[in-house]
């Protein structure tokens, strides 16, 4: 993914995904090729995706955030 405002809450460098600079058109291209040929890291870096994006965005994660959020807000 190119790496622009937001995208890295949920792509991690090397970890979740890879980035490129924004607007760097080769470099997306040689991450994508890299996944595409090479399929333990794609599988790995899914997996991780998979987990962050369920333990940070997922309807359990956010409801307790605004279950607290509104707690906060009516004291």
């Known amino acids: ?7 890295s809450e ?8 890879l980035l490129a600079p924004p607007g760097d058109r ?6 994508v ?3 595409l040929q090479d399929d333990r890291a794609r599988t790995e870096m ?5 987990e962050r994006c369920a333990a940070r965005f997922g309807i359990s ?3 307790q955030a605004y279950l ?3 707690r906060e807000l009516t004291g």
Not at 26 to 31: I, K, R, T, V, Y
């Open 10 to 17: 949920i792509v991690v460098d090397e970890a979740t995904g």
């Open 33 to 35: 090729t890299r996944l």
């Open 68 to 70: 607290a959020l509104y």
């Open 1 to 7: 993914a190119f790496d622009l405002a937001g995208v």
């Open 46 to 50: 899914g997996q991780a995706a998979r």
């Open 26 to 31: 080769p470099a997306l291209a040689a991450a």
């Open 61 to 63: 994660a956010v409801g």
